[in-house]
C-alpha cells in the first residue's frame, strides 16, 4: 500500500486565534482527512534547534539529518541542493547556502526581511554575485551560483558554525539567530564585507527607484559535507511554492506538484506545500485563509476522493507552525469510522 506524505508548513494557526479562524474556514476535506485516522499525534518542537519542524522533519525523512527532534536535528541541506542546480560540490568539502538579503533594522533591533518578498531578478542576483564573488575567492572560501536568491559558500574549515534558517529566523529579533560558534566572529566579518561592496551599488539605487528594499547583507546556513558518491535528487519529493533551494531537492519535473502528477506516479511520495508561509509569517490571516481554502480544492478533496475510491493507500498530512507539528494519517478503511465527527479542532490542539 503506497503512503503520500503531505507536508504543509504553517497549516496549524497560532493557537490564540485558531478558534476564530476556524470558525471561518470551510474546508470540510481537511477536515474528514483529520477527523477519520488510524493515528495522529502532536510533537512539541525546541526552537534552539535553529530550524522550524517541517524543516527538521524533512532533512531527517530526506535521511540529511540523524534525527527529526532534539539536539541532533539539523539543516543540512546545502550539498544536496547544489546538485539540483546542476553543480557538482566536490566530495568531503563543506558548503553553505548563502540568500542574498535585506537587514531591517529597528529602533531596538534588527531583523530578517522574508527572502520571499524581495522579488530579486536573475540580472540582479547575478550582478551582485559577480561584485561578491572575487572577495570570497580572495579569501578561499568561493562562492557557486544556484539562482539570483541562492547560492553556495565552500568553506571547509567551518565545521564549527550553527546557523539558523532563513524562515526561522524571519520576524525575529536577530541577537539571538545570528550564526554561532568558534567561526562566528569571521562569518560577522565576511558579512560586514559584502555590506560595504553592496552598499549604494547601482543595483540597490534601481530598486529603491522601484519601491523594492535594498539587498544589504546575506543570509548564511544550511552547512554540510559533500559526500564522496554523488546523491541524486530524491525521486520521492514533489514540491509546490517552495523556495529555490528546497525545489532543488527535488527532481525537476517534480518541482510544480500536482494531485494528478503525485497519485499517477504510484509511489511512496512526500509534498512539501509552501503557499501558506508567507501569510503566516507576516500574520496576514485573511491571506492565510484563502490560501488554505485554495488548498481545500486544489489537494484536500482530491486526495480524499482518491483515499476512498482506493486509488491512494494512506495518507499522511504533516502540519506545523514554529513549535509543533502534527502527523495524522488516514486511509479507506479510517474514513469509514462514521462514528468519528469531522471537524477540524484538531487544528486547535497546537
Known sequence: MNQLTLVLPFALPNAELAADLLKVLQAPALAALLSRTSDCNLETFDNANRLLP???????????????????????????????YGLAPEPGARYFLLHPAHLAIARSHISLEDLRQLKLSEADGRTLFDTARPYFDEIGQPLSYGDAGTWFMRADGWSDLQCATPDAATTQDLSVWMP???????????????????????????????????INSFWIWGGSLANAEAARCASSLHTKDVPGWLAALAEPAQRDASPNSVLASQQD????????????????????????????????????????????????????HRDAWLACTTSKHAQRKFWRAITLNKLKAS
Open 180 to 214: 554561532e560558534g568558534e567561526h562566528a566572529r569571521a562569518a560577522r566579518r565576511l558579512q560586514n564585507e559584502v555590506q560595504m561592496l553592496w552598499h549604494e551599488h547601482p543595483v540597490n539605487a534601481a530598486r529603491e527607484e522601484r519601491g523594492l528594499k535594498a
Open 54 to 84: 517541517h524543516e527538521a522533519w524533512l532533512a531527517h525523512a530526506l535521511t540529511l539529518s540523524p534525527a527529526p527532534n532534539g539536539e541532533a536535528a539539523q539543516s543540512a541541506f546545502a550539498a544536496q541542493a547544489m546538485r539540483g
Open 269 to 320: 511520495a512526500i509534498v512539501v506545500l509552501g503557499g501558506l508561509t508567507e501569510a503566516a509569517q507576516a500574520q496576514e490571516w485573511g491571506m492565510w485563509l484563502q490560501q488554505l481554502q485554495a488548498l481545500e480544492a486544489d489537494w484536500f478533496a482530491p486526495l480524499l476522493a482518491a483515499i476512498k475510491d482506493g486509488r491512494q493507500g494512506q495518507l499522511r498530512l504533516v502540519l506545523s
